[in-house]
C-alpha cells in the first residue's frame, strides 16, 4: 500500500516512515505542511493518509484529509494528540492513532485500516487507535 504521511515533527515522521516500510509499504513524503503533502499526492497517489492534525504552515491534517478525500478519494488515519479535533472530523477519516504511540501501535493500526478499508473488522484494534468506522 503507498500511504502518504504528513507529520510535522521530523523525527516522529521519519520513525513512522521506517515503521510503515519495515511491514512492506511504500511511503510517500514524509511531509510537513499541506502544500507539501498536497504536491506529493499530485505525483504519487497514495492509497491511505497518515496525518497530523497540525502541520508546518497555514493547512491543517483536515483540510488535509477533505482535500485528497474529495480530490482523489484517499481515505484518511489520523495520528494525533487532538481526538477531539480528530472526532469533528470522522466523516473523512477511519478513526485517529493516539499519540503519543508507539511503531508497533502504528504498524498494527495501519493493518486495521487495510482490514476496514478490505470491508473486514479489523482482528486487532491496539489501545491507542479509536476507530470512526467499522467493517
Do not use: W
Not at 511511503?27 to 502544500?35: E, I, K, W
Amino acid at each position: 500500500m503507498r500511504i502518504l504521511v504528513v507529520e510535522d515533527e521530523p523525527l516522529i515522521a521519519l520513525l513512522a516512515g521506517e515503521a510503515l516500510e519495515e511491514i512492506g509499504h511504500e511511503v510517500v513524503g514524509p511531509c510537513a505542511s499541506m502544500g507539501e503533502a498536497l504536491e506529493a499526492a499530485a505525483s504519487r497517489t497514495p492509497d491511505l493518509l497518515l496525518t497530523d492534525i497540525n502541520l508546518v504552515g497555514p493547512g491543517s491534517g483536515t483540510e488535509l484529509a477533505r482535500l485528497l478525500s474529495q480530490r482523489l478519494g484517499v481515505p484518511c488515519l489520523f495520528m494525533s494528540a487532538q481526538p477531539q479535533a480528530a472526532r469533528s472530523n470522522a466523516d473523512v477519516a477511519i478513526g485517529v492513532l493516539h499519540k503519543p504511540y508507539s511503531s508497533g501501535s502504528l504498524q498494527q493500526s495501519v493493518r486495521a485500516a487495510c482490514e476496514v478499508l478490505g470491508g473486514r473488522r479489523p482482528l486487532v484494534v491496539p489501545r491507542e487507535l479509536e476507530l470512526f468506522r467499522a467493517a
